[in-house]
């Protein structure tokens, strides 16, 4: 018994789809950065979808102490009304 040429192709579709990780490192270890400011929101606006709401994790590619600091940053930024709580689209401007 040779090998089938469904059971090849299998492996081979297999091996296509297997998962990659996305090689991505925290930004702000990058820049070493010790505290995330809430002052900018310009950039903590880069970590929220387009409904206005914090990206988690596995999108933003931070470590847990960033992405921590980064969620309070942002609900600091709402309350001084340097980002918006939430988009809406269904009322525009
Ligand atoms: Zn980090």
Do not use: N
Not at 17 to 26: A, I, S
Not at 33 to 47: E, I
Not at 68 to 78: D, E, F, P, S, W
């Amino acid at each position: 018994m040779g090998r089938t040429a469904a059971a090849t192709r299998g492996e081979a579709r297999a091996q296509q789809t297997q998962w990659r990780r996305p090689v991505r490192r925290c930004v702000f270890c990058a820049e070493k950065v010790a505290q995330v400011d809430y002052k900018d929101a310009d950039r903590l606006s880069r970590f929220l979808s387009d409904r206005g709401k914090i990206r988690p994790r596995r999108q933003t590619g931070l470590c847990a102490r960033h992405q921590r600091q980064l969620a309070r940053a942002i609900k600091r930024a709402r309350h001084l009304a340097l980002l918006p709580f939430v988009v809406d689209y269904t009322h525009p401007a």
